[in-house]
């Protein structure tokens, strides 16, 4: 698995606790070590840079992006999604606002990650949500 593939697969865990639990998202970075720590290795397992990034950023910004889902998303709250689904919009759409990767990369990457941990129901309106974003974001700064 490639890096930041595991990264943000990483990522979307911590937001998931995060979200489920309402801790602080550095509580749930240290659990998610431990976790890693007590399952995966009897040793302290390096830090993941860029997945503390993705979870930080995406916590810090989580209002203004929630705002990004709701609008792109006719016809249901965010309260109403799945979580796994809105943690995988919010992710993306903090990644896609960094601009340090293409759109397409990003949106291919939710699009693994709900294969991986939510339905194929959900597979086409996470490419919607995100494509919407995606082409507004483009058009305010082209």
């Known amino acids: 698995m490639a890096a930041r593939h595991r990264s943000r697969k990483r990522a979307l865990q911590i937001l998931f ?9 550095e509580r749930a970075i240290a659990h998610y070590y431990d976790t890693l720590y007590s399952e995966e290795s009897d040793k302290q397992p390096k830090p993941d840079k860029f997945m503390e990034e993705l979870a930080r950023g995406t916590v810090a910004n989580a209002a203004q992006i929630d705002g990004k889902i709701e609008a ?11 979580v796994v689904d ?6 993306a759409i903090y990644e896609l606002s960094q601009q340090a990767v293409p759109a397409p990369v990003i949106i291919d990457e939710a699009l ?9 129901e959900s597979i086409p309106f996470i490419n919607g949500v995100l494509d919407a974003v995606h082409r507004q974001t483009a058009a305010a700064t082209g």
């Open 17 to 25: 606790e995060w979200d489920m639990r309402g801790e602080p998202v």
């Open 72 to 82: 792109k998303s006719e016809h249901w709250r965010l309260e109403r999604m799945p």
């Open 86 to 91: 809105r943690n995988i919009l919010r992710l």
């Open 112 to 120: 693994q990650l709900a294969r991986q941990f939510s339905s194929d």
